[in-house]
T-cell receptor, first 112, second 114 residues
Framework: SQTIHQWPATLVQPVGSPLSLECTVE??????LYWYRQAAGRGLQLLFY??????ISSEVPQNLSASRPQDRQFILSSKKLLLSDSGFYLC???????????FGQGTRLTVV | GENVEQHPSTLSVQEGDSAVIKCTYS??????FPWYKQELGKRPQLIID?????GEKKDQRIAVTLNKTAKHFSLHITETQPEDSAVYFC?????????????FGQGTTLQVKP
C-alpha cells in the first residue's frame, strides 16, 4: 500500500532563517506531488506541484521554492523565512490526474 | 486559472438535521470535484467525489450534486451526527498537461450540536 511521510511535524524558526521540509511517498512510482499551505482559519492554497523529477510548477509568487530530486521526494525550501510564512504545510500525492489526492500529516511552521 | 468559492464559512446544525455546503468554480474545463473532511489537527481526507459526466452521487448519508451549466456543486449531509463536526473543503480540478491541479475552496466549519 502507498504511504506518504512528511516531516517535521512542528517547527519554530526565527525570521531570516532557512527552511527545508521534506515529503516522501512509498509504494508507488511517478506520482503527482503537491505542496499546500493552510493559514489559520483559511483554505488550502496550492503552492507547488510536480509531475516528474525536476519538473516544478509554482502557483503563487512567494518566498518559497520546491524541488523534486527523486521520483518520490518533494522538498519545500526557503532561503530566508518571513513572519508571513507561518502556517500549516501539507504535502500530497495523487497517482493520476483528477484522482484522489492523499495528504501527509502536515508541518506546523511558526516563524518568530 | 481556476478559482473556487465555498459557502458558508461556518455552519451550525442540530443533530439529525441536514447540512448543505455550496461551491462555485470558474474554469468550465474542470471535470473532477472532490470533497475533503478535515478533523481538528488531522490531515484532509476524501469523503466523496464526482466527475463532470455525473449529476449526482450518493454514499450513505452523504451526497454531492453538480450543475455544470451553472458551475456549482454542493455537498449534502443528512441525519447529521456529532462526529460529522469538522472542516469540509470542496475542490475542483481539470487536466492541464498530465496533471490535475486540485484547487480548494476556503473551507466550511460544520458544528453538529447534540
Amino acid at each position: 500500500s502507498q504511504t506518504i511521510h512528511q516531516w517535521p511535524a512542528t517547527l519554530v524558526q526565527p525570521v531570516g532563517s532557512p527552511l527545508s521540509l521534506e515529503c516522501t511517498v512509498e509504494g508507488t512510482s511517478n506520482p503527482n506531488l503537491y505542496w499546500y499551505r493552510q493559514a489559520a482559519g483559511r483554505g488550502l492554497q496550492l503552492l507547488f506541484y510536480s509531475v516528474g523529477i525536476g519538473q516544478i510548477s509554482s502557483e503563487v509568487p512567494q518566498n518559497l521554492s520546491a524541488s523534486r530530486p527523486q521520483d518520490r521526494q518533494f522538498i519545500l525550501s526557503s532561503k530566508k523565512l518571513l513572519l508571513s510564512d507561518s502556517g500549516f504545510y501539507l504535502c500530497a500525492w495523487s497517482q493520476l490526474a483528477n484522482t484522489e489526492a492523499f495528504f501527509g500529516q502536515g508541518t506546523r511552521l511558526t516563524v518568530v | 486559472g481556476e478559482n473556487v468559492e465555498q459557502h458558508p464559512s461556518t455552519l451550525s446544525v442540530q443533530e439529525g438535521d441536514s447540512a448543505v455546503i455550496k461551491c462555485t468554480y470558474s474554469d468550465s474545463a474542470s471535470n473532477y470535484f472532490p470533497w475533503y473532511k478535515q478533523e481538528l489537527g488531522k490531515r484532509p481526507q476524501l469523503i466523496i467525489d464526482i466527475r463532470s459526466n455525473v449529476g449526482e452521487k450518493k454514499d450513505q448519508r452523504i451526497a454531492v450534486t453538480l450543475n455544470k451549466t451553472a458551475k456549482h456543486f454542493s455537498l449534502h449531509i443528512t441525519e447529521t451526527q456529532p462526529e460529522d463536526s469538522a472542516v469540509y473543503f470542496c475542490a475542483a480540478s481539470g487536466v492541464t498537461g498530465n496533471t490535475g491541479k486540485l484547487i480548494f475552496g476556503q473551507g466550511t466549519t460544520l458544528q453538529v450540536k447534540p
